[in-house]
């Protein structure tokens, strides 16, 4: 039984395929949430203003979500908008629940891990434009006769 188990693990594992995955439903939930706030932006600045934020913070994040969605979605430059939606879930989990942040933000506190997550585990094979090195995974890395160095 256990050496069957080894061959359907081994052909079920694809890394790059789970974090495809991750980031097709990631950057579907930032898009979908992104778009709601541009097409109804009174509504959207209202509640902004709710949290005693300007205008300007609402248009801002509103676009964030759809340009940080089509990023996960298609794999352009991934960890970088990841980092920034990661931040910016940790924002919004602290501003709408205050002190009991664990009782009112799971949502929010789910995806900012999820943004973090891809942030350091990378984009995998399967998107556009990774800013990656394929061999130490920097994203500004500079190869010199084969060998890695990080920029000075």
Not at 80 to 93: D, K, N, Q, R, S
Request: aromatic share 8%.
């Amino acid at each position: 039984m256990q050496p069957a188990i080894q061959r359907v693990s081994r052909i079920l594992y694809n890394r790059s395929a789970g974090l495809l995955l991750v980031r097709l439903a990631a950057g579907s939930i930032f898009l979908f949430h992104g778009y709601q706030k541009v097409t109804d932006m009174s509504a959207t600045i209202i509640l902004f203003d709710g949290l005693g934020l300007s205008p300007l913070i609402a248009l801002f994040v509103a676009w964030l979500e759809i340009l940080g969605g089509v990023s996960l979605i298609l794999g352009i430059a991934p960890r970088v908008f990841a980092g920034i939606l990661g931040i910016e879930m940790l924002v919004a989990a602290l501003l709408i629940s205050g002190a009991a942040v664990l009782a009112v933000a799971e949502f929010e506190l789910l995806l900012a891990a999820t943004m973090f997550g891809i942030m350091l585990i990378g984009s995998g094979r399967y998107a556009l434009y990774t800013m990656e090195c394929d061999k130490c995974s920097g994203l500004f890395c500079i190869k010199k006769n084969g060998v890695c160095v990080v920029p000075a």
